[in-house]
Protein backbone atom coordinates (compact mmCIF):
# COMPACT_ATOMS: atom_id res chain seq x y z
CA UNK A 1 0.00 0.00 0.00
CA UNK A 2 1.37 3.55 -1.23
CA UNK A 3 2.57 5.92 1.39
CA UNK A 4 -0.10 8.64 1.44
CA UNK A 5 1.74 11.06 3.14
CA UNK A 6 5.13 10.84 0.87
CA UNK A 7 2.58 11.45 -2.07
CA UNK A 8 1.42 14.42 -0.61
CA UNK A 9 4.18 15.74 0.62
CA UNK A 10 5.66 15.33 -3.20
CA UNK A 11 2.51 17.19 -4.80
CA UNK A 12 2.77 19.64 -1.45
CA UNK A 13 6.54 20.38 -3.01
CA UNK A 14 5.99 20.59 -6.84
CA UNK A 15 3.43 22.84 -6.24
CA UNK A 16 5.78 25.00 -4.05
CA UNK A 17 8.40 24.86 -6.73
CA UNK A 18 5.52 25.60 -9.47
CA UNK A 19 5.00 28.65 -7.29
CA UNK A 20 8.00 30.28 -7.03
CA UNK A 21 9.14 28.99 -10.51
CA UNK A 22 5.75 31.19 -11.64
CA UNK A 23 6.63 34.19 -9.53
CA UNK A 24 10.31 34.43 -10.47
CA UNK A 25 9.52 34.48 -14.05
CA UNK A 26 8.17 37.89 -14.79
CA UNK A 27 11.02 39.19 -12.02
CA UNK A 28 13.64 38.01 -14.29
CA UNK A 29 11.81 39.26 -17.60
CA UNK A 30 12.46 36.24 -18.95
CA UNK A 31 12.00 36.44 -23.19
CA UNK A 32 13.07 33.46 -25.55
CA UNK A 33 12.18 34.81 -28.61
CA UNK A 34 10.39 32.21 -30.99
CA UNK A 35 9.86 31.88 -34.47
CA UNK A 36 6.67 32.76 -34.14
CA UNK A 37 7.11 35.94 -32.46
CA UNK A 38 10.48 37.15 -33.70
CA UNK A 39 12.15 37.78 -37.24
CA UNK A 40 14.64 35.40 -39.17
CA UNK A 41 17.99 36.60 -40.20
CA UNK A 42 17.53 36.55 -44.04
CA UNK A 43 13.85 38.52 -43.67
CA UNK A 44 15.98 41.10 -41.92
CA UNK A 45 18.33 41.56 -44.38
CA UNK A 46 16.46 41.85 -47.13
CA UNK A 47 14.03 44.57 -45.67
CA UNK A 48 17.86 46.49 -44.98
CA UNK A 49 18.45 45.82 -48.43
CA UNK A 50 15.27 47.04 -49.65
CA UNK A 51 15.36 50.10 -46.83
CA UNK A 52 18.42 51.44 -47.81
CA UNK A 53 18.44 51.04 -50.94
CA UNK A 54 21.10 49.25 -52.01
CA UNK A 55 23.03 45.99 -50.12
CA UNK A 56 26.77 45.39 -49.28
CA UNK A 57 28.63 42.95 -48.03
CA UNK A 58 29.27 44.89 -44.44
CA UNK A 59 25.38 45.47 -44.42
CA UNK A 60 25.56 41.48 -44.05
CA UNK A 61 27.91 41.33 -42.22
CA UNK A 62 26.86 43.74 -39.21
CA UNK A 63 23.24 41.93 -39.59
CA UNK A 64 25.28 38.47 -39.05
CA UNK A 65 26.79 39.85 -36.16
CA UNK A 66 23.85 40.79 -34.30
CA UNK A 67 22.22 37.93 -34.88
CA UNK A 68 25.38 35.73 -34.06
CA UNK A 69 25.60 38.01 -30.77
CA UNK A 70 21.99 38.85 -29.59
CA UNK A 71 19.61 36.12 -31.67
CA UNK A 72 16.91 36.98 -33.28
CA UNK A 73 14.66 40.85 -32.82
CA UNK A 74 11.01 40.88 -32.90
CA UNK A 75 10.82 43.99 -33.48
CA UNK A 76 13.09 46.80 -35.38
CA UNK A 77 12.81 50.71 -36.76
CA UNK A 78 12.96 52.23 -40.15
CA UNK A 79 14.10 55.89 -39.96
CA UNK A 80 16.08 58.89 -40.80
CA UNK A 81 18.58 61.08 -38.71
CA UNK A 82 20.34 64.15 -38.58
CA UNK A 83 23.45 64.29 -36.55
CA UNK A 84 26.24 67.09 -35.90
CA UNK A 85 29.38 66.78 -34.21
CA UNK A 86 32.14 68.96 -32.69
CA UNK A 87 33.31 66.31 -30.22
CA UNK A 88 30.61 66.92 -28.00
CA UNK A 89 27.48 65.27 -30.47
CA UNK A 90 23.99 65.68 -30.94
CA UNK A 91 21.36 63.55 -32.79
CA UNK A 92 17.95 63.38 -33.92
CA UNK A 93 15.86 61.16 -35.86
CA UNK A 94 12.46 59.92 -36.60
CA UNK A 95 11.18 56.17 -38.01
CA UNK A 96 8.42 53.88 -37.43
CA UNK A 97 8.74 50.91 -35.48
CA UNK A 98 7.24 47.23 -36.58
CA UNK A 99 6.71 44.46 -34.14
CA UNK A 100 6.69 40.64 -35.66
CA UNK A 101 3.38 40.87 -34.50
CA UNK A 102 2.40 43.79 -37.35
CA UNK A 103 1.77 46.50 -34.60
CA UNK A 104 3.46 49.51 -34.83
CA UNK A 105 3.92 52.98 -34.26
CA UNK A 106 5.73 56.25 -34.57
CA UNK A 107 9.33 56.75 -32.83
CA UNK A 108 11.49 59.99 -32.30
CA UNK A 109 14.79 59.69 -30.75
CA UNK A 110 17.49 62.60 -29.82
CA UNK A 111 20.67 62.49 -27.63
CA UNK A 112 23.62 63.65 -27.18
CA UNK A 113 27.46 61.73 -27.36
CA UNK A 114 30.62 62.24 -27.53
CA UNK A 115 33.60 61.35 -30.07
CA UNK A 116 36.59 61.85 -31.51
CA UNK A 117 35.12 64.14 -34.48
CA UNK A 118 33.67 66.81 -35.96
CA UNK A 119 31.04 67.35 -38.95
CA UNK A 120 27.13 66.51 -39.59
CA UNK A 121 25.19 64.47 -41.77
CA UNK A 122 21.66 63.16 -42.67
CA UNK A 123 21.48 59.50 -42.78
CA UNK A 124 18.83 56.38 -42.65
CA UNK A 125 19.06 53.96 -39.95
CA UNK A 126 18.00 50.72 -39.78
CA UNK A 127 17.53 49.22 -35.82
CA UNK A 128 17.23 45.54 -35.06
CA UNK A 129 15.28 45.24 -31.34
CA UNK A 130 15.52 42.54 -29.26
CA UNK A 131 13.21 41.31 -26.45
CA UNK A 132 10.71 44.77 -26.85
CA UNK A 133 7.84 42.87 -25.03
CA UNK A 134 5.37 45.57 -26.30
CA UNK A 135 5.08 49.09 -28.68
CA UNK A 136 5.20 51.09 -25.37
CA UNK A 137 8.31 49.94 -23.91
CA UNK A 138 10.45 51.79 -26.40
CA UNK A 139 10.19 54.92 -25.23
CA UNK A 140 13.02 55.42 -22.81
CA UNK A 141 16.50 56.06 -23.02
CA UNK A 142 18.91 53.63 -24.13
CA UNK A 143 22.56 54.14 -23.14
CA UNK A 144 24.73 52.93 -25.48
CA UNK A 145 27.07 49.81 -24.63
CA UNK A 146 30.69 51.20 -24.42
CA UNK A 147 33.09 49.35 -27.08
CA UNK A 148 30.26 48.15 -28.94
CA UNK A 149 30.20 49.88 -32.14
CA UNK A 150 31.15 48.04 -35.09
CA UNK A 151 32.39 49.21 -38.63
CA UNK A 152 32.32 46.28 -41.62
CA UNK A 153 33.07 47.59 -45.53
CA UNK A 154 30.92 50.49 -44.88
CA UNK A 155 28.33 49.31 -42.45
CA UNK A 156 28.55 50.60 -38.70
CA UNK A 157 26.11 49.02 -35.99
CA UNK A 158 26.57 49.73 -32.04
CA UNK A 159 24.34 48.19 -28.90
CA UNK A 160 22.29 50.54 -26.57
CA UNK A 161 20.26 48.61 -23.78
CA UNK A 162 17.82 49.09 -20.93
CA UNK A 163 16.10 47.18 -18.76
CA UNK A 164 17.11 43.73 -20.50
CA UNK A 165 16.06 45.33 -24.07
CA UNK A 166 18.89 45.98 -26.37
CA UNK A 167 18.81 47.87 -29.74
CA UNK A 168 21.30 47.49 -32.43
CA UNK A 169 20.72 50.86 -35.06
CA UNK A 170 23.08 49.64 -38.52
CA UNK A 171 23.91 52.83 -40.35
CA UNK A 172 25.64 52.76 -43.96
CA UNK A 173 28.28 55.25 -45.46
CA UNK A 174 29.67 58.43 -44.93
CA UNK A 175 28.57 60.33 -41.49
CA UNK A 176 29.17 57.00 -39.67
CA UNK A 177 29.91 58.35 -36.17
CA UNK A 178 32.37 57.02 -33.37
CA UNK A 179 30.90 59.06 -30.71
CA UNK A 180 26.90 57.68 -31.46
CA UNK A 181 28.96 54.85 -29.53
CA UNK A 182 29.00 56.96 -26.27
CA UNK A 183 26.24 58.42 -24.84
CA UNK A 184 22.28 57.48 -25.37
CA UNK A 185 19.62 58.33 -27.17
CA UNK A 186 16.43 59.04 -25.69
CA UNK A 187 13.17 57.61 -27.95
CA UNK A 188 10.07 59.40 -27.56
CA UNK A 189 6.17 58.99 -28.46
CA UNK A 190 6.92 63.05 -29.97
CA UNK A 191 9.47 64.77 -31.32
CA UNK A 192 11.78 67.21 -28.90
CA UNK A 193 15.11 69.11 -29.96
CA UNK A 194 15.29 68.58 -26.41
CA UNK A 195 18.32 65.69 -26.29
CA UNK A 196 18.07 65.01 -22.79
Do not use: C
Amino acid sequence: MPNTHTSIDRRHALLRFGALLSLATPALGVYAATEDDSFDQDSMLKAATEFFGSTTEGLAKVIEKAFKEKGRPNAYIKGEEVSAALTVGLRYGEGRLTMKNGSGEPVFWAGPSVGFDAGANASKVFTLIYKLPDAGAIYRRFPGVDGSLYYIGGAGINYQSSEGITLAPIRLGVGLRAGASVGYLHYRREKSLNPF
